[in-house]
């Protein structure tokens, strides 16, 4: 049988009709290799980004221009490192700073960073998006760690949750 093909459960002699894939979201994509970077780079601290930036790419399925997006997040996390940490630290609540997961710190710097800069981003996509990251790189619990600390940031920035500005 094709893995791609969709099974009726309720009746599964039911005609077998193929799965249609998903059509790949360039965004989502970018923020995940740009956590993945994040993560590794967090892990190694390459002195030099630009090579770096292009070992990395050079691994991913996608050309490199595919992921434009993941490299101005990641160079914007990295310039703003220390505000970005800052932010994390305010609200993380009975939680040192070192003891944060890197997958999530990955993911937190990524979302802050959005959430800072990106203002033609609505705050609710780039919450959803971090949380997606969460579920499907983290633990169940860093999914609600992950939303706690970034909707309470989002509460600070002083945008609509659900609007890009100027849209």
Do not use: C
């Amino acid at each position: 049988m094709n893995p791609l093909t969709k099974i009726n459960v309720e009746n599964p002699e039911a005609e077998k009709t193929p799965a249609v894939p998903q059509k790949r979201n360039r965004r989502h994509d970018s923020r995940v290799a740009a956590m993945q970077f994040l993560y590794s780079w967090e892990s190694q601290r390459h002195g030099d980004l630009v090579t770096a930036l292009f070992d990395f790419f050079s691994e991913q399925e996608q050309p490199r221009d595919y992921y434009s997006f993941a490299e101005e997040l990641i160079h914007g996390v990295i310039k703003d490192i220390d505000l970005i940490d800052e932010v994390v630290k305010r609200f993380t609540e009975n939680w040192a700073f070192e003891r944060i997961a890197k997958v999530d710190l990955a993911i937190l710097r990524l979302a802050i960073f959005e959430l800072m800069r990106r203002t033609d981003i609505p705050p609710i996509v780039t919450i959803n998006e971090a949380v997606d990251l969460a579920k499907s790189f983290s633990t169940d619990e860093s999914k609600r760690f992950v939303n706690g600390i970034l909707d309470r940031y989002k509460g600070e920035i002083g945008r609509d949750p659900r609007k890009a500005e100027g849209a």
